[in-house]
C-alpha cells in the first residue's frame, strides 16, 4: 500500500504565505508525476500545479508567479510553495501522485487533504 500525508495548511491573512509538504511512503518502485489540487465546497477538484519525475512544472493560471512546486532529492516529498495568498486560494489542498508499485503496476494516490484558509 501507499500512503500520502500531507502537512502545512493552516489559516494565514492574504499577501501571507504558507508551505504545504507531502511525503509518500509504502510499497513504491518510483514515484512519476506529483501534484497538488485543490477543491472547495461546491466546485470541482481543479489542478494548482504538477512536477514530473525530471522536474517539469506546471501552474493553473490563477496561481503562476505565486506558487512553486517541487520535490525533494528521493522524489518522494513534494512541496507547494505559496506566496501573496488571496482569500480565493481558501480550499482543501490535496496531494496526488503516480506511483508505480513493486508490481510494476502504475496508479493514482491520494492525500486525505489539508485545509487551506485565507482571511481577508
Known sequence: QVQ???????????????????AASGSI??????GWYRQVPGKQRELVAGIT??????YAD????????SRDNAGKTVYLE?????????AVYYCNARVVGVS?????????GTLVTVSS
Open 29 to 34: 518502485f518510483s514515484i512519476n508525476g506529483m
Open 104 to 112: 510494476l503496476i502504475a496508479s493514482d494516490y491520494w492525500g486525505k
Open 82 to 90: 505559496m506566496n501573496s495568498l488571496k482569500p480565493e486560494d481558501t
Open 53 to 58: 519525475s525530471g522536474g517539469t512544472t506546471n
Open 62 to 69: 490563477s496561481v503562476k508567479g505565486r506558487f512553486t512546486i
Open 4 to 22: 500520502l500525508v500531507e502537512s502545512g495548511g493552516g489559516l494565514v491573512q492574504a499577501g501571507g504565505s504558507l508551505r504545504l509538504a507531502c
